[in-house]
Nanobody, 124 residues
Framework: EVQLQASGGGLVQPGGSLRRSCLAS????????IGWFRQAPGKGREGVSC????????YYHDSVRGRFTISRDNVKNTVELQMNSVKPEDTAVYYC?????????????????WGQGTQVTVSS
């Protein structure tokens, strides 16, 4: 069974940090690019940060570049998203997703495996 289990969500104060982790199982992890997406109330799902399957190519949405860092460990089958200097506009449900192939596309429709969303709320 394919699973993408995200952890690390919750409530954080503006300017604070949060580390998200996505643990994959049930498929050949290093055949897939992995992305983090988010969806805020009333908005569409957007690509936050994505990483290629093996060569370290990354994508960052303009709104998070310089604040968020994505990394992956193909031995542990995990992808992590370090979120620093968070802002209230980072509040959303966050998802991790898998896309067959190397390119870390930011398009949600390119991803075939999705984990359950977890809430991140940035508020004082």
């Amino acid at each position: 069974e394919v699973q993408l289990q995200a952890s690390g969500g919750g409530l954080v104060q503006p300017g604070g940090s949060l580390r998200r982790s996505c643990l994959a199982s049930g498929f050949t992890f290093d055949d897939y690019a992995i992305g983090w997406f988010r969806q805020a109330p009333g908005k569409g799902r957007e690509g936050v940060s994505c990483i290629s399957r093996s060569d370290g190519t990354t994508y960052y949405h303009d709104s998070v570049r310089g604040r968020f860092t994505i990394s992956r460990d193909n031995v542990k089958n995990t992808v992590e998203l370090q979120m620093n200097s968070v802002k209230p506009e980072d509040t959303a449900v966050y998802y991790c997703a898998g896309r067959l192939g190397n390119w870390p596309s930011s398009g949600a429709s390119d991803y075939v495996f999705w984990g359950q969303g977890t809430q991140v709320t940035v508020s004082s």
